[in-house]
């Protein structure tokens, strides 16, 4: 059973943007209130890193390598979670990954990949 969906990766140039989204359709409105959130990337050869994340009181927590950059946001109502990216560098490439922390288990969607050009 798929519990989140992401879309919005594509190809970018240095500098550009991109809004990534996370859609959880099938999970229970109150599960998804209550569920902490977060975004991975992996790189090619590297393991999977967490980018941004929500603890479970509610604070975000960005990686250093994009404080000022990126923007972790989620909204309730529509059981969405987004990432906004700027100054997009070529180290942010990557397969990026919702997860959710739900059902009392880590749940995954199937990625979406971003790749920034040079």
């Known amino acids: 059973q798929v519990h989140l969906v992401e879309s919005g990766g594509g190809l970018v140039e240095a500098g550009g943007s991109l809004r990534l989204s996370c859609k959880a359709p099938?999970?229970?409105?109150?599960?998804?209130?209550?569920?902490?959130m977060a975004w991975y990337r992996q790189a090619p050869g590297k393991e999977r890193e967490l980018v941004a994340g929500?603890?479970?009181?509610?604070?975000?927590n960005y990686a250093d390598s994009v404080k000022g950059r990126f923007t972790f946001s989620r909204d309730n109502g529509k059981r969405m979670v987004y990432l906004e990216m700027n100054s997009l560098k070529s180290e942010d490439t990557g397969v990026y990954y919702c997860?959710?922390?739900?059902?009392?288990?880590?749940?995954w969607g199937q990625g979406t990949q971003v790749t920034v050009s040079s």
């Open positions: 997860n959710a922390a739900a059902y009392g288990r880590s749940l």
């Open positions: 099938r999970m229970i409105l109150s599960v998804f209130n209550a569920a902490p």
């Open positions: 929500e603890s479970s009181v509610g604070i975000i």
